[in-house]
């Protein structure tokens, strides 16, 4: 997946996204940024991020603007505190001069040791104002990877977020990055004030045009010393239907095939032709779907599944699988993104469905089974944790292992112990007929977790 959007001469892909997106918040209005699974949600937030991005698009207006690039899966914790404090880190990483203000400072020194709980909110608020009055341009907090923190903190965060808002609604704006919308993600009342503030100006976000797709494969074939060419951007796009988290894999088995044939006696047809098989079943790319499968809601699978057997389908599913960019009209005819996502679901159609153990995790639907019934739907790092123990079996799983196969590795020095152990807690909670006496989750003390199913 391309870790970002920038090309070799600095300019930089979704450039249509980056114009709207600026658009809004030239207006300080928040923006809510949406989009399945490894779509690119936060490559496009570190491109906004990045102060050169805003001169170039808006001018010298630009330069009015602060963009402060906050990465929730860094949160100590989560809690309230945990995400308040993120924040401030945030700021006060974002600027020589905020990381200096003594208001700033002090409020944040205050978050983090508290007198108490009462002091945790109106720190934050004491910092986030320092920040607004330091004199460092109008501030744009671009809140990624929020799905969790969304629907897992007090909901008072959000109220006091949009308090915040209210109070400095021309210089402050936010931006989140989720896979659904906040008003999906929200449970009853929950941060439904917040909510209101990204109603008009939702970004559903799309795989990459053809275009970047050639500029991308352009690219690669420049950093990599591999003969690419224009044709090879074609099959790409045909294949990965501009799926960002499918562009390296299928690159990588280009190269890895011209390695073999010399350019000039290529046919790329046949080349491509030849290509097909290697693709279909290549794991990285089998992966990728997946994981957009698993997040599709059980109406939205069943659409697809009867779309593909020629059955009746549900309107509403088709419609949100329509503004989710996963299905595409072309000569009047719903298709999935890409011919890889599309033999995925044709492949389900006829599929027998996976008999249960006491527990079993099914890839298809997402679920996982206890005793033969459904446990209570986890959250992405529920689910990453649930697989890496199901892939594991029997055997112990450190809290290394953990960290890279959850958050990943770039987390390895932010994640610790407590954070790991409440997140084991969250799954006990979900899977275990008795979580105070684990069945199945079982902590091998000093070494790490295993899961045992027999």
């Known amino acids: 997946m391309p870790a970002t959007l920038r090309l070799s001469d600095s300019s930089y892909m979704r450039n249509?996204?980056?114009?709207?997106?600026?658009?809004?918040?030239?207006?300080?209005?928040?923006?809510?940024i949406t989009g399945f699974s490894n779509l690119g949600k936060s490559a496009l937030m570190r491109l906004l991020a990045q102060p050169?991005?805003?001169v170039r698009e808006l001018g010298e207006a630009g330069a009015q603007f602060l963009p402060v690039y906050i990465d929730c899966?860094?949160?100590l914790e989560m809690t309230d505190q945990g995400f308040y404090e993120l924040v401030l880190r945030c700021l006060q990483e974002s600027s020589p001069m905020l990381a200096e203000d003594r208001e700033l400072v002090t409020?944040?020194?205050?978050?983090i040791a508290?007198?108490?709980?009462?002091?945790?909110?109106?720190?934050?608020?004491?910092?986030?104002?320092?920040?607004?009055?330091?004199?460092q341009g109008k501030i744009v907090l671009l809140f990624d990877e929020f799905d969790e923190p969304f629907q897992q903190i007090d909901s008072r965060v959000f109220?006091?977020?949009?308090?915040?808002?209210?109070?400095?609604?021309?210089?402050?704006?936010?931006?989140?990055?989720?896979?659904?919308?906040?008003?999906?993600?929200?449970?009853?009342?929950?941060?439904?004030?917040?909510c209101e503030l990204f109603v008009h100006q939702p970004w559903r976000l799309a795989p990459l045009t053809a275009a970047d797709v050639e500029k991308y494969v352009l690219t690669y074939a420049e950093r990599h010393a591999v003969p690419l060419q224009r044709a090879d951007a074609e099959f790409v796009y045909q294949w990965t239907g501009g799926h960002p988290g499918m562009l390296d894999g299928v690159c990588h088995l280009l190269a890895e095939a011209l390695h073999s044939e010399p350019e000039e006696s290529t046919d790329r047809w046949a080349f491509h032709r030849a290509l097909v098989p290697s693709v279909r079943r290549e794991p990285v790319l089998v992966d990728e779907c997946d994981k957009i499968w698993l997040e599709l809601t059980t109406a939205e699978r069943e659409t697809l599944l009867a779309l593909f057997a020629g059955q009746e389908t549900d309107p509403a599913a088709m419609d949100r699988l329509r503004q989710r960019h996963l299905l595409l009209d072309v000569d009047g005819e719903p298709r999935l993104f890409g011919r890889l996502m599309a033999l995925y679901a044709q492949q389900k159609v006829d599929k027998p469905t996976a008999q249960p153990e006491r527990l079993w995790v099914d890839r298809d639907s997402g679920e996982v089974l206890v005793n033969g019934k459904a446990a209570e739907t986890l959250t992405r790092l529920e689910y990453q944790l649930m697989l890496l123990l199901f892939d594991n079996v029997d055997k112990i799983v450190d809290k290394y292992q953990i960290v890279a196969g959850v958050w990943g590795e770039?987390?390895?020095d932010s994640v610790d112990d407590a954070r790991i152990e409440k997140l084991v807690s969250r799954l006990r909670q979900k899977i275990e007929p008795d979580p105070a006496s684990p069945q199945f989750v079982t902590t091998v003390r000093g070494r790490g977790y295993r899961l045992v199913l027999s």
């Not at 402050?172 to 941060?191: C, I, K, P």
Request: hydrophobic share 40%; proline share 2%; with cysteine.
């Open 52 to 54: 050169d991005v805003w």
């Open 159 to 194: 109220i006091n977020l949009r308090a915040k808002k209210d109070g400095h609604s021309d210089g402050l704006a936010y931006v989140t990055a989720t896979v659904r919308s906040l008003s999906e993600l929200s449970v009853g009342d929950h941060g439904n004030e917040f």
């Open 107 to 111: 409020a944040y020194d205050t978050l």
């Open 73 to 75: 899966n860094r949160m």
């Open 410 to 412: 770039g987390y390895i």
């Open 114 to 135: 508290p007198a108490s709980e009462f002091q945790v909110p109106l720190s934050f608020s004491r910092g986030l104002t320092a920040a607004l009055n330091a004199g």
């Open 16 to 32: 249509t996204d980056v114009q709207r997106v600026l658009a809004f918040l030239n207006n300080m209005r928040c923006v809510e």
